[in-house]
C-alpha cells in the first residue's frame, strides 16, 4: 500500500511559478514511476508528467513540456513538480500517483491517487 500526499497548490498570476510536492510512504520513490495528472472543472482528468523508478527519465504532455519539471528527492521520499511561466488553462486540481500500467498517459495505468492540491493561475 502507498500513501500520496499533495501540497503546495495556490493563487498566483500568469507567469508565476509553483512547485507542487507529493509526500509518498508505504513504498520509495526511488522505486517506482510516478506521475501527476490534474482535472480542470467539467474535463477529464489528464496527463501532466512522469517519472521512472531507477533512471529517472520523465515524460511529459504537450502542454507542459518546457515550462513544467518533475523531480524527486529521495531522500525526502518525495516527488515534485516545478511550474513555470504558469497560464490560466493550467488551472486545476493536480493530483500525484503510482504508474502500474503500461500506457503512460492513460489515467486508469495508475493507482494510489493522492486527494490533489488546487492549483488557480489567474490572467
Known sequence: QVKLVESGGGLVQAGDS?????AASGRTVSSIPMGWFRQ???KEREFVARISGG???TYYADS???RFTISRDNAKN???L???SLRPEDTA???CAVHHGSDVFSRY????WGQGTQVTVSS
Do not use: D, E, H, K
Not at 509553483?18 to 507529493?22: E, T, V
Not at 495505468?109 to 494510489?112: D, E, G, K, L, P
Open 18 to 22: 509553483l512547485r507542487l510536492s507529493c
Open 40 to 42: 480542470a472543472p467539467g
Open 55 to 57: 533512471t529517472g527519465s
Open 64 to 66: 507542459v513540456n518546457g
Open 78 to 80: 518525495t516527488v515534485y
Open 82 to 84: 516545478q511550474m513555470n
Open 93 to 95: 486540481i493536480y493530483y
Open 109 to 112: 495505468a495508475y493507482t494510489f
